[in-house]
């Protein structure tokens, strides 16, 4: 069935390191795909997505590109902040199901 | 504040017992979706509504119900509760019952805890 397979953490990094999350998928067709962050105490927020090869998803400083080839969608930033300490978590829509299947989560600590 | 109302925050309660977990969606969302978060077994999809009827069914225990009011709020009922069932319970809205384009609003969930 689908799957999302995320970089196991806890990631920890030093204010303006790079940062890589890796996440692949196995999935039928081809899918949506999307990170979310969870800050500490609270819910799920959308960060970015992308609904097609190639396409790059952005926001906040970060970026995924959708890989088709690979059946990936690495989450980058290229200068992390304590700010952006969180759990991420990579997720998929199969093009015929109706709900997301998440990654199981990647906590990150960004230390000043 | 995402939009997304989950009530209560937090609930403790113990084994056997039976618990209404209430949701309601961002204004102008018709989809409801709820999930379980727990250590082990991360974020898994217990079932969907729109518009009042249900429209996906995942991981959901025969213990556990739903339903999707006229007003779009939505409960999640679970009973005969275990210890097991202890977890984050979130609840999250889209406008339409395929979230391609926009993916979910989440609310900020309800902590359960059976003891």
């Known amino acids: 069935g689908d799957s999302v397979t995320q970089m196991e953490g806890p990631v920890t990094l030093s204010e303006e390191a790079c940062l890589t999350i890796?996440?692949?998928?196995?999935?039928?067709?081809?899918?949506?795909l999307f990170w979310y962050v969870q800050y500490p105490g609270e819910g799920l927020q959308l960060l970015l997505k992308a609904t097609k090869a190639d396409d790059k998803g952005s926001n906040k400083g970060f970026e995924a590109t959708y890989r088709k080839e690979t059946t990936s969608f690495h989450l980058e930033k290229g200068s992390v902040q304590v700010s952006d300490s969180a759990v991420y978590f990579c997720a998929l829509k199969p093009g015929s199901a109706r709900q997301l299947t998440f990654g199981s989560g990647t906590q990150l600590t960004v230390l000043p | 504040d995402s939009g997304v109302t989950q009530t209560p925050k937090h609930l403790i309660t113990a084994t056997g017992q039976r618990v209404t977990l209430r949701c309601s969606p961002r204004s102008g969302d018709l989809s409801v979706y709820w999930y379980q978060q727990s250590l082990d077994q991360g974020l898994q999809f217990l079932i969907q509504y729109y518009n009042g009827e249900e429209r996906a069914k995942g991981n959901i225990l025969e213990r556990f119900s739903a339903q999707q009011f006229p007003d779009l709020h939505s409960e999640l009922n679970l009973s005969s509760l275990e210890l097991g069932d202890s977890a984050l319970y979130f609840c999250?809205?889209?406008?339409?019952?395929?979230?391609?384009?926009?993916?979910?609003?989440f609310g900020s969930g309800t902590r359960l805890t059976v003891v």
């Open positions: 999250a809205s889209s406008v339409a019952p395929d979230s391609t384009n926009y993916g979910y609003t």
């Open positions: 890796n996440c692949t998928y196995t999935a039928t067709g081809y899918p949506s």
